[in-house]
């Protein structure tokens, strides 16, 4: 049998500690969510290794989905700082992970997801284990959710060759949006805040995780 919660302190103190993640509140949330519960069960034995778990195969054209490796992911939601009155939008949530730790740190999440099985999935784990300020909703994730914006943190669960405009139209002035761009080592961590009608932009560190469904660039022709 394996102890769950003891690899969950291993993880936040091998992982996390020692890759510059020292939000307290965040490293508590990282601790009091079982990541096990978030992966397939034949996977639950690997969730607390330092890797990034598939949770959906290649479909329709589009790359497998995975929850995203615990140091990235960490380092991304410190990055968007967030508090306890903020409002979240979690884009391509996969089955709620990311979701449940911004829970317990901000007002209330709302986890979009494309993927109608793993949005089904998210929906019953997050029921199960309490997160009752998560809402899942199924919809187009480069579009984002505007029925409930504007947001004070958007964040991107996966890698991202552009982030579209409708994203940042969502954000509430003040509003932060954090994201990965960029595929493989050419990838950055970025941070991206609503200032008024302007959005600046902040290089937070090189990292690579998974890719998110779409969000390609148009390709341009040249004649």
Same mark, same amino acid.
């Given at each position: 049998?394996?102890?769950?919660?003891?690899?969950?302190?291993?993880?936040?103190?091998?992982?996390?500690?020692?890759?510059?993640?020292?939000?307290?509140?965040?490293?508590?949330?990282?601790?009091?969510?079982?990541?096990?519960?978030?992966?397939?069960?034949?996977?639950?034995?690997?969730?607390?290794?330092?890797?990034?778990?598939?949770?959906?195969?290649?479909?329709?054209?589009?790359?497998?989905?995975?929850?995203? /490796?615990?140091? &990235?992911? =960490?380092?991304?939601? %410190?990055?968007?700082?967030? $508090?306890?009155?903020? +409002?979240?939008?979690?884009? !391509?949530?996969?089955?709620?992970?990311?979701?449940?730790?911004?829970?317990?740190?901000?007002?209330?999440?709302?986890?979009?997801?494309?993927?109608?099985?793993?949005?089904?999935?998210?929906?019953?784990?997050?029921?199960?284990?309490?997160?009752?300020?998560?809402?899942?909703?199924?919809?187009?994730?480069?579009?984002?959710?505007?029925?409930?914006?504007?947001?004070?943190?958007?964040?991107?669960?996966?890698?991202? /060759?552009?982030? &579209?405009? =409708?994203?940042?139209? %969502?954000?509430?002035?003040? $509003?932060?949006?954090? +994201?990965?761009?960029?595929? !493989?080592?050419?990838?950055?961590?970025?941070?991206?805040?609503?200032?008024?009608?302007?959005?600046?932009?902040?290089?937070?560190?090189?990292?690579?995780?998974?890719?998110?469904?779409?969000?390609?660039?148009?390709?341009?022709?040249?004649?």
């Amino acid at each position: 049998m394996i102890d769950f919660e003891s690899a969950r302190a291993r993880m936040v103190d091998n992982q996390l500690r020692t890759t510059d993640v020292t939000s307290h509140s965040l490293l508590s949330a990282f601790l009091n969510v079982p990541r096990d519960a978030f992966v397939p069960e034949k996977l639950a034995a690997l969730a607390y290794i330092d890797s990034d778990l598939e949770i959906a195969p290649a479909a329709d054209g589009f790359a497998p989905r995975y929850v995203m /490796e615990p140091s &990235p992911l =960490a380092k991304l939601l %410190q990055a968007a700082e967030i $508090g306890s009155g903020d +409002a979240i939008l979690d884009v !391509g949530a996969g089955t709620g992970y990311a979701s449940a730790i911004m829970s317990r740190l901000a007002k209330s999440v709302v986890a979009l997801e494309s993927d109608e099985t793993l949005a089904a999935s998210a929906k019953t784990v997050l029921t199960e284990q309490g997160f009752a300020n998560v809402t899942v909703v199924k919809g187009n994730l480069e579009k984002g959710y505007a029925a409930e914006a504007p947001f004070d943190v958007i964040f991107l669960n996966g890698a991202v /060759e552009v982030v &579209p405009d =409708a994203l940042f139209d %969502q954000l509430r002035d003040g $509003g932060r949006l954090v +994201a990965v761009v960029g595929y !493989g080592n050419s990838s950055a961590a970025q941070l991206y805040v609503r200032e008024g009608a302007s959005v600046s932009k902040r290089f937070l560190f090189n990292t690579s995780v998974k890719p998110l469904p779409g969000f390609r660039k148009v390709v341009e022709f040249v004649f």
